[in-house]
């Protein structure tokens, strides 16, 4: 449930904010799925709710990937 979410879905001004890594990004509309960012449904179904791109803070990458790693790293002129 997104009880920390903000006005729109219920939750609370100025709470902690939400913490989590990425699970889907819709490159379209500029939205990213975050791990922690869930709402109930009707039916009592968990869904993820979208967040903007712009609303996000990048605090840790994941480095395991070395070409990934690589592709951040490199070309910098």
């Known amino acids: ?42 039916d009592n179904k968990e869904e993820a709710v979208p967040v903007n791109a712009s609303n996000v803070v990048v605090v840790r990458l994941d480095e395991t990937d070395k070409y990934r790693v690589q592709q951040l790293t490199g070309n910098r002129s």
């Open 1 to 42: 449930d997104l009880s920390n979410g903000g006005k729109r879905h219920g939750g609370k001004r100025n709470a902690e904010p939400l913490t989590g890594s990425v699970i889907k990004i819709d490159s379209n509309k500029g939205r990213l799925y975050i791990e922690g960012a869930k709402a109930s449904k009707s």
